[in-house]
């Protein structure tokens, strides 16, 4: 997949416009490709401008990569979350963030663990998580 590859370059690089334009151009030629699906997905629900999120659509995006991954994997189940508490939707995010703890725990993810806790906390303030930067 070039296309979600050089999204993964892109955003590596912070150059999250650019990345969201891959990750949309692979789903566009594998639209059952849960990868791109939340990578596209993280980004329209925590981009730091207003003008590039589109809740909605993160949430449509995230929801369909965890039913391609049977709600199996931490890190899509915590950009599902992180697209619901972009809409206001904090309940939902708490308990799909909750859910992406338990299985990063489970698995012993310790890093990402870290990550989810820190964002649950958020919304169980009803605090949505924004990624601080992008490339200049």
């Known amino acids: 997949m070039p296309h979600y590859n050089l999204g993964m370059a892109l955003q590596a690089h912070g150059d999250l416009e650019a990345a969201l334009k891959q990750y949309l151009e692979a789903l566009a030629l594998s639209p059952d490709s849960s990868a791109p699906m939340y990578r596209a997905a993280w980004i329209l629900a925590t981009h730091p401008s207003a003008s590039v999120r589109n809740p909605d659509q993160a949430v449509a995006l995230a929801t369909q990569a965890v039913e391609l991954t049977d709600s199996n994997n931490p890190e899509i189940l915590d950009v599902l979350g992180a697209a619901y508490a972009a809409a206001g939707n904090f309940e939902q995010a708490v308990k799909t963030a ?39």
């Open 98 to 136: 909750q859910a992406a703890l338990d299985l990063a725990v489970d698995r012993q993810a310790k890093p990402l663990e870290g990550q989810i806790l820190m964002r649950l906390q958020s919304y169980r303030r009803n605090q949505s998580f924004r990624l601080t930067h992008t490339k200049e």
